[in-house]
């Protein structure tokens, strides 16, 4: 599971979002998926404002492909954070598969 935090560049948390399974699709190794192919289930990846548009496009392609409903939702609100992100100075969006579980924030 990759969870999904908005957050401060000081360290900040201002939101967050997590589904289990999501790194079957968040997870891209392909050069069309420039930033979604630097996440993986095995580090952490922090993705700076200037970003996010790319970060959106890319996840705006993934959820168009999905079939659940529910990975659609999780997607969505990725989006959110990413729009949030986009326009908070100083802010930053970190996925990283080492979350403990039974922390806030799934979907």
């Known amino acids: ?13 201002l939101d ?3 589904r289990r399974g999501n790194e079957e699709y968040l ?8 930033r979604l192919s630097e996440v993986d289930a095995c580090s952490y990846n ?3 404002r200037s970003d996010m548009p790319e970060l959106a496009r890319e996840l705006e ?6 079939l ?3 990975a659609v939702d ?13 326009s908070l100075p100083g ?9 403990e579980s039974g922390q806030g924030g799934q979907d």
């Open 1 to 13: 599971m990759i969870t999904i935090i908005l957050e401060t560049v000081e360290g900040a948390e």
């Open 16 to 18: 967050r979002a997590s």
């Open 27 to 34: 997870c891209r190794d392909a050069p069309d998926f420039p």
């Open 46 to 48: 922090c993705f700076a």
């Open 61 to 66: 392609r993934i959820r168009d492909g999905l």
């Open 68 to 70: 659940d409903p529910g």
């Open 74 to 86: 999780h997607v969505d609100r990725i989006l959110g954070l990413c729009r949030r992100c986009d």
């Open 91 to 99: 802010s930053v969006l970190s996925f990283t598969p080492f979350e």
